[in-house]
């Protein structure tokens, strides 16, 4: 994924009354030039992780604790306090746009509307794909690359070798770059293998992985260039890595078959 899933309009009955699109922020303007050659640690990736998403939980409506998104959304995934010695916090974004993400400091974020028609299986995967990335260090890179940009620095720039402190326009710019953050092919199927092996080692339902992809495949038929663009560039070829998963779930003896996959007509959250 770049974040696995972004940017739908649902349809019908999906859309909850009080959703709404997440709200990023459009930075006011830029300030003086940085680094030349940044200096990067995991350190700072985890300041500006936490800076970024304390931003957005302020400026995005988060389900209470009593809501049905975070009651389930805790029944799913409240026994993993840590991953693979991340310490993990996690919260719903009662949004329309479809997506989840994790950060290098452990927040996990899934939106309303991916709950909405994914099943737990599938939302179990998205997440251990999300939780993927960060082991791989692929969002530190992505959040190196939107701190530059929120910060101004070029390669052309004056030298200095830390990171700066940003103001809050630049912080929500640094938000909106990360999600917009591309990871390449590899970076994608090495975190599909960290999902299916995260699946695998919970005895969680490996097919839950293979069906989330062939979800994104359907919605890829006949949609038009709106929300769903950004989520079908960030996800390309869905029906190969389905068609992987099926085929290392069938070696292990683990396959399933869950029958025709389709996406729901009502919320699969209730």
Same mark, same amino acid.
């Given at each position: 994924?770049?974040?696995?899933?972004?940017?739908?309009?649902?349809?019908?009955?999906?859309?909850?009354?009080? @959703?709404?699109?997440?709200?990023?922020?459009?930075?006011?303007?830029?300030?003086?030039?940085?680094?030349?050659?940044? +200096?990067? +640690?995991?350190?700072?990736?985890?300041? $500006?992780?936490?800076?970024?998403?304390?931003?957005?939980?302020?400026?995005?409506?988060?389900?209470?604790?009593?809501?049905?998104?975070?009651?389930?959304?805790?029944?799913?995934?409240?026994?993993?306090?840590?991953?693979?010695?991340?310490?993990?916090?996690?919260?719903?974004?009662?949004?329309?746009?479809?997506?989840?993400?994790?950060? *290098?400091?452990?927040?996990?974020?899934?939106?309303?509307?991916?709950?909405?028609?994914?099943?737990?299986?599938?939302? $179990?995967?998205?997440?251990?794909?999300?939780?993927?990335?960060?082991?791989?260090?692929?969002?530190?890179?992505?959040?190196?690359?939107?701190?530059?940009?929120?910060?101004?620095?070029?390669?052309?720039?004056?030298?200095?070798?830390?990171? @700066? +402190?940003?103001?809050?326009?630049?912080?929500?710019?640094?938000?909106?770059?990360? $999600?917009?953050?591309?990871?390449?092919?590899?970076?994608?199927?090495?975190? /599909?293998?960290?999902?299916?092996?995260?699946?695998?080692?919970?005895?969680?339902?490996?097919?839950?992985?293979?069906?989330?992809? !062939?979800?994104?495949? $359907?919605?890829?038929?006949?949609? #038009?260039?709106?929300?769903?663009?950004?989520?079908?560039?960030?996800?390309?070829?869905?029906?190969?890595?389905?068609?992987?998963?099926?085929?290392? *779930?069938?070696?292990?003896?683990?396959? !399933? /078959?869950?029958? #025709?996959?389709?996406?729901?007509? #009502?919320?699969? #959250?209730?």
């Amino acid at each position: 994924m770049k974040r696995i899933i972004v940017c739908l309009l649902f349809l019908g009955t999906v859309n909850a009354v009080s @959703a709404q699109k997440i709200n990023l922020g459009k930075a006011a303007g830029v300030v003086s030039k940085g680094a030349k050659a940044l +200096t990067f +640690t995991n350190e700072d990736a985890i300041k $500006l992780s936490k800076e970024s998403v304390d931003w957005m939980d302020k400026n995005n409506p988060v389900a209470g604790p009593k809501d049905p998104y975070t009651v389930r959304l805790n029944k799913l995934f409240g026994k993993h306090k840590s991953q693979d010695g991340l310490a993990l916090n996690y919260k719903v974004y009662k949004v329309k746009d479809i997506n989840a993400f994790a950060c *290098a400091d452990g927040s996990v974020r899934v939106f309303s509307s991916l709950m909405d028609i994914m099943t737990d299986d599938e939302i $179990l995967a998205v997440i251990g794909h999300e939780i993927g990335h960060v082991k791989n260090q692929d969002t530190k890179d992505a959040m190196k690359a939107a701190y530059m940009k929120a910060a101004a620095l070029d390669a052309g720039s004056s030298v200095s070798g830390t990171v @700066a +402190t940003l103001n809050e326009s630049q912080i929500g710019k640094m938000a909106n770059d990360f $999600l917009d953050a591309s990871h390449s092919k590899k970076q994608e199927s090495e975190a /599909d293998t960290y999902s299916y092996d995260f699946m695998k080692a919970n005895n969680y339902n490996v097919v839950g992985a293979y069906s989330a992809f !062939k979800k994104l495949a $359907l919605l890829s038929e006949g949609s #038009t260039q709106t929300g769903f663009e950004k989520m079908f560039n960030s996800h390309p070829d869905s029906e190969k890595r389905a068609q992987a998963i099926k085929k290392r *779930a069938e070696k292990d003896g683990l396959w !399933k /078959d869950p029958g #025709t996959v389709a996406i729901p007509k #009502t919320k699969l #959250t209730k």
